[in-house]
């Protein structure tokens, strides 16, 4: 069976970096590697949105918001999708969700809080 689960949300000032990961249990190589997966955020009272996009290595997408200050990426040997996100604002604070569209798969979620 096949868990997304992410990690290390917190609590940052403005201007702090904070780095996501996703986990990808029990999900094989052969299925993982060209997957695409995906970052999203929820903010309270509001929808949930794509943030970050990843397939295979190397083709990314972005939310324009986030463009030059987020950066994903996926360790095909550790089963994760990675997101480093540097200079943040308090309009970035939001529980952030990965998902994977092949599995029609969402973790649970990881607070991110960003103090002004």
């Known amino acids: 069976q096949v868990h997304l689960m992410e990690s290390g949300g917190g609590l940052v000032q403005a201007g702090g970096s904070l780095r996501l990961s996703c986990k990808a249990s029990?999900?094989?190589?052969?299925?993982?590697?060209?997957?695409?997966i995906g970052w999203y955020r929820q903010a309270p009272g509001g929808d949930r949105e794509m943030v970050a996009t990843?397939?295979?290595?190397?083709?990314?997408n972005y939310h324009d918001s986030v463009k030059g200050r987020f950066t994903i990426s996926k360790d095909n040997t550790r089963r994760t999708v990675n997101l480093q996100m540097n200079n943040l604002k308090p309009e970035d604070t939001a529980v952030y969700y990965c998902?994977?569209?092949?599995?029609?798969?969402w973790g649970q979620g990881t607070q991110v809080t960003v103090s002004p």
């Open positions: 990843i397939t295979g290595r190397t083709t990314t």
């Open positions: 029990g999900m094989i190589l052969s299925v993982f590697s060209p997957d695409t």
């Open positions: 998902y994977s569209e092949t599995r029609r798969l």
